[in-house]
């Protein structure tokens, strides 16, 4: 079965710094992974995706995100927070060809600023 | 870039009524849709997978007949709380998977805020 874990519940981070989001998987083949931010009341908006190819994948707003199969990591960064990413992340995995997704329990991000 | 829109956004309802929430894929068609259910500061979990012209597959534990899924288009697909209870409160999400080329690329809709009095 996969899982995903998402070590940080909160992370509060100042303003301009930069950020790190963990995120590791248990996954028994290639997964596919992806990055959801939520913010309050509202729906999932994708940051981004990792199919396969370039391990360093770039997503919306100025995130990526690194597949590191051999840690099982798809770590989320961003070199300098905004007020504005202030919200809950989910990392996810789904399997190939497949639709379901597991998510992650998120990380709620506070920026300081 | 792909759209999944859910109404309402909220609904109150009495207990033992029932209620129903959309979720359209506005930019392409979905044979498959996804709904979840989250608590406050919880994660998704899923619930069911409606498939267009088939019944819903459900996930261990969610009751079929207390929460109806039915998927009559390509662009929709409804979920039907049934008998509402206070418990039955939460967010409820819904998702599509928009297909193609370079594999699963999932949009969630907006979700839809349920509130049984």
């Known amino acids: 079965a996969q899982s995903v874990t998402q070590p940080d519940i909160h992370i509060t981070v100042s303003e301009g710094a930069s950020l790190e989001l963990r995120c590791n998987y248990s996954?028994?083949?290639?997964?596919?992974l992806f990055w959801y931010v939520q913010s309050p009341g509202q729906g999932l908006q994708l940051l981004l995706k990792?199919?396969?190819?370039?391990?360093l994948v770039q997503g919306i707003k100025g995130f990526e995100a690194e597949f590191k199969r051999s840690q099982s990591s798809f770590n989320l960064r961003k070199p300098s927070v905004h007020w504005s990413d202030a919200a809950e992340y989910f990392c996810?995995?789904?399997?190939?060809?497949?639709?379901?997704?597991?998510f992650g329990t998120g990380t709620q991000l506070k920026v300081e600023l | 870039g792909a759209v999944v829109s859910q109404h309402p956004s909220r609904v109150i309802c009495k207990s033992g009524t029932s209620v129903k929430i959309e979720c359209r894929s506005l930019?392409?068609?979905?044979?498959?849709m996804f709904w979840y259910r989250q608590f406050p500061k919880q994660s998704l979990m899923l619930m069911a997978t409606?498939?267009?012209?088939?019944?819903?597959?459900?996930e261990q534990g969610v009751e079929k007949d207390k929460f109806l899924i039915n998927h009559a288009s390509l662009t929709l697909s409804t979920l039907t709380v049934t008998s509402a209870h206070p418990e039955d409160s939460s967010f409820y999400i819904c998702?599509?998977?928009?297909?193609?080329?370079?594999?699963?690329?999932?949009?969630f809709g907006e979700g839809s805020w349920l509130t049984v009095v």
């Open positions: 998702s599509a998977r928009e297909p193609g080329q370079s594999g699963n690329t999932i949009y």
């Open positions: 996954y028994g083949a290639t997964p596919y």
């Open positions: 990792y199919f396969s190819g370039d391990t």
């Open positions: 996810a995995v789904g399997r190939r060809g497949g639709n379901k997704l597991t």
């Open positions: 930019d392409f068609q979905a044979t498959t």
């Open positions: 409606s498939n267009e012209g088939s019944k819903a597959t459900y």
